[in-house]
């Protein structure tokens, strides 16, 4: 069994705070606590230092005298050949692997204090990593085990903070009383993130405890456990601090419980949890507005965050962190008239994508923030289309992030929307198909009435194009010009074919390759017991590739 544990030290320092001294957890029998010095013993965390030469090459050690002071101490190796020492402050060192083999380390204060630890060095690759912690180690009848709380609303502390307390329980298991030394440093933590490497869980260090300033401030005694007695003592960290000294947010971290009793040091799991910055009172406000570029009108909406919190917001957004809604009432109410996650270009081959990218920011408290990916803009048509009519809209934005839940429903202003549109085209380009709507034939006795639409691939060498496998091509009727050239906005068709099951038919098309797709039933269905024989104006929609067109379909006099 190990009990010097191999750890990682990283450079970032956060407060802490020494929650209670050694205390009782068992009714009766009870410890017997004598506080006062237990001597002046130098140690060093980790006891034992393994370096993957080429691999994780270096290790950073400290040195603590057991009263919890930070001595200054000169480092000393016992084989320069294998690894290289550099003090980095008053107690701590980096060490540097040279070449394989194993040495030692050496700590020595000014008083002539002095204490050595184990340095192995192995070459590259490693072929097994230090196991994962157990979650309890007993050594010498004493059963040493750890756990870790959130409290998400500490006593004193500011709004929205989280206070991680780590608490290690000593029982003794033996027959006989037992009397152990606790010093200031009896209890600290490491934090750790995940990860693998050959297949094997390895927990590389994200913060030390021990090169805090803060650290080791308990009070040194001796402990007198009966049998099946136990005792705890706690430390802990706020998650602001670990966060504002370098550890990465929103990540989930293993807590490790380092035990010093005795001259024993001993490391075991304290449970994880996901280390992130409150962000629950961040305000949302939004505004939209028309604005008009040469003879281009378009919608923008702007999202602003306000940070009412007394600690820092922790935001991860991407490209297209902006979401915006329209509706046709105050109330916002009901299904949206437009979605700004499902818009289309108007007309035109491109198409619409957000870089891959994430963007990171700490929102200070009482800061307002609006990047630009808080910022929309859409051409007017590109909301409009050929669906919505003119008219007053009611807007509202969401916005999303990457670590917490998106804040949803921000009321965004309303506009008076007013775009010229011309009569319904005969022809359209979408994606990367040319449409073509051919004029209606009513031929046959009975009639019969076919709509036909070319598709041709201008803008691609190649492509596997969808198409709907059943109705590719709807056929709509008007006894309206003015209502068939306005459509689909205009309302209901006076006569409209059904829709049919969504399957698609997929379809490779080459440059310049074009294909008819077409749509044909009798007259007399058409008109049904409802609608009278005379002249009627015709609209088709393509379904493809995810996309409706609408294209005028000529005009033609039908009778029964």
């Known amino acids: 069994m190990r009990i010097h544990k191999r750890m990682l030290v990283a450079g970032a320092i956060a407060s802490v705070i020494v929650l209670s001294s050694c205390r009782s957890v068992s009714d009766p029998p009870s410890p017997i606590v004598r506080q006062g010095a237990v001597g002046a013993d130098l140690f060093i965390s980790p006891g034992t230092i393994e370096i993957a030469r080429g691999f994780l090459p270096s290790e950073i050690i400290s040195a603590r005298l057991v009263s919890g002071q930070t001595p200054d101490i000169t480092w000393t190796i016992g084989d320069t050949t294998i690894v290289a020492v550099t003090a980095l402050d008053s107690h701590s060192a980096r060490l540097s692997a040279r070449r394989g083999g194993t040495t030692t380390v050496s700590a020595r204060t000014r008083d002539g204090v002095q204490a050595s630890a184990i340095v ?73 993130a995940g990860g693998g490497w050959y297949m094997e869980e390895m927990r590389p260090l994200a913060w030390d405890q021990l090169r805090s300033s803060d650290a080791c401030e308990d009070d040194a005694k001796s402990v007198t456990l009966p049998p099946h007695a136990s005792c705890s003592t706690s430390t802990s960290v706020f998650a602001h601090d670990l966060i504002g000294q370098g550890v990465p947010a929103n990540n989930r971290y293993y807590f490790h419980a380092h035990t010093r009793f005795d001259t024993t040091q001993v490391v075991v799991q304290a449970d994880s949890a996901v280390i992130t910055y409150p962000s629950n009172d961040l305000t949302a406000t939004a505004n939209t507005d028309i604005l008009t570029k040469d003879t281009t009108q378009s919608l923008r909406t702007v999202v602003t965050l306000t940070n009412h919190a007394e600690l820092p917001a922790h935001l991860e957004y991407g490209a297209c962190a902006t979401r915006i809604l ?24 491109y198409g619409f994508g957000c870089p891959e990218y994430l963007a990171i920011t700490d929102v200070k408290p009482g800061a307002v923030f609006s990047p630009g990916e808080f910022t929309l803009v859409a051409p007017l048509i590109e909301m409009v289309g050929d669906s919505l009519p003119d008219g007053h809209y009611y807007f509202a934005a969401d916005v999303g992030f990457s670590n917490r839940v998106p804040i949803r429903g921000i009321a965004a202003g309303d506009a008076n929307i007013s775009v010229g549109r011309g009569a319904l085209p005969t022809t359209r380009v979408a994606d990367l198909l040319t449409y073509r709507a051919l004029p209606v034939s009513v031929v046959g006795s009975p009639a019969q009435i076919t709509a036909r639409v070319t598709a041709t691939l201008d803008y691609a060498g190649s492509a596997l194009i969808n198409f709907s496998r059943d109705c590719p091509v709807l056929l709509y009727a008007y006894r309206d010009r003015a209502q068939r050239d306005a459509a689909p906005r205009s309302g209901a068709a006076d006569w409209s074919q059904s829709m049919c099951g969504a399957q698609q038919q997929q379809v490779v098309m080459n440059r310049g390759e074009t294909r008819t797709l077409s749509t044909t039933l009798a007259v007399p269905n058409l008109l049904g017991l409802s609608l009278r024989a005379g002249h009627y104006y015709f609209a088709v929609s393509v379904q493809a590739e995810g996309n409706r067109v609408f294209l005028s379909a000529g005009e033609a006099d039908l009778s029964r």
Do not use: M
């Open 120 to 192: 192995i060095v192995t070459d590259q690759p490693p072929t097994k990593f230090d196991p994962v912690e157990p979650r309890q180690v007993t050594i010498d009848g004493i059963t040493v085990s750890a756990a870790t709380r959130a409290d998400s609303e500490p006593a004193g502390a500011p709004r929205g903070a989280v206070l991680y307390t780590t608490t290690v329980t000593l029982r003794n298991d033996g027959a006989s009383d037992r009397t152990i030394q606790l010093g200031a440093c009896a209890v600290w933590i490491t934090l750790h």
């Open 326 to 349: 329209a509706y046709s009432n105050p109330e916002r109410t009901g299904p949206p008239r437009w979605d700004s996650n499902l818009r289309r270009p108007w007309e035109g081959t």
